[in-house]
């Protein structure tokens, strides 16, 4: 289908998903998660891709919800709408991994979008932020849940609380972001990236991402004992055996995801 607001791109076995509304600054209005939410269903749906990448432009990743579209809503409209949740966990749903490639401002639902996807490489010139506080409201899709559980309740209540911007270095030291890059190779580094988990087995992506995911959700004991049943399971799969035998071969494997 044709888009307005983002761009969507497959190179080889990667779906890149572009942000593209640059005079808003990549501002998420309900379109654009709309067009997010089917771009990412259909790379789901597409054997061929094994991961995606989102990405914005050199200045912004997204500088937050559309201000100048909800600036006119009462309690009851949003409330009624379930404004903001509808349609932007959709991202939490993806069981192929995501990963967030953000240059410039991530701010407000932007940096909530990004916290949405698997890890962030962030360019040496992310800027990333809470500043709904600065505008009368609060963060509305995660910013004061998943940004306390990525860098811990003193740096994300600051941050929510004044709205200051934390740069790259920051926010790969409070374990934001899995590493940094320098600007003009972001993109690259986010495909090479995104190429190898893609060229990984399959089953044990996915398991391993929502192993991961476990972590957040449940106790440690639990989650060890979900990891182990998903670990035996592993060599149910014909990549188990393909995997291990190129070791011992010292070969290269060649997986067939399944
Ligand atoms: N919504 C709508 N439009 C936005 C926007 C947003 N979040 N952010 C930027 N824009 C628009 C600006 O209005 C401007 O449009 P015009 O040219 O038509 O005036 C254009 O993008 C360029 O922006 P600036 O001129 O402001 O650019 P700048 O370089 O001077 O400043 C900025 C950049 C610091 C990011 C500034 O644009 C800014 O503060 N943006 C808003 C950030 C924000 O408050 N985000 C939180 C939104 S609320 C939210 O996200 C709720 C939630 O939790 C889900």
């Not at 654009?32 to 991961?51: R, S």
């Not at 962030?120 to 306390?148: N, V, W």
Request: net charge negative; glycine share 8%; charged share 25%.
């Amino acid at each position: 289908m044709a888009y307005e607001c983002i761009e969507v791109d497959k190179r080889g076995p990667v779906g890149l998903i572009t942000l593209n509304r640059p005079k808003a600054l990549n501002a998420l209005s309900s379109q654009l998660m709309a067009e997010l939410g089917e771009a990412l269903a259909a790379f789901e749906a597409d054997d061929e891709v094994g991961c995606m990448v989102l990405t914005g432009s050199e200045k912004a990743f997204a500088a937050g919800a559309d201000i100048k579209e909800m600036q006119s809503k009462s309690f009851a409209d949003v409330f009624s709408e379930d404004f903001i949740t509808s349609g932007w966990e959709d991202l939490t749903r993806c069981r192929k991994p995501v990963i967030a490639a953000v240059a410039g401002y991530a701010l407000g639902g932007g940096c909530e979008v990004a916290m949405m996807c698997d890890f962030i490489l962030a360019a040496d010139t992310a800027k990333f932020g809470q500043p709904e506080i600065t505008i009368g409201t609060i963060p509305g899709s995660g910013g004061t849940q998943r940004l306390t559980r990525f860098v811990g309740k003193s740096k994300a209540m600051e941050m929510c609380l004044t709205g200051r911007m934390m740069d790259a270095e920051e926010a790969e030291r409070a374990g934001l972001v899995s590493r940094i890059v320098p600007a003009a190779e972001l993109l690259d580094e986010a495909i090479k990236t995104a190429e190898r988990i893609a060229g990984m087995s399959r089953p044990s992506v996915l398991m391993t991402k929502e192993s991961v995911n476990r972590a957040y959700e449940t106790t440690l004991a639990e989650g060890i004992k979900y990891e182990r049943r998903l670990f035996h399971s592993t060599f149910a799969t014909e990549d188990q055996k393909e995997g291990m035998s190129a070791f011992a071969e010292k070969r290269q494997p060649n997986f067939k995801h399944r």
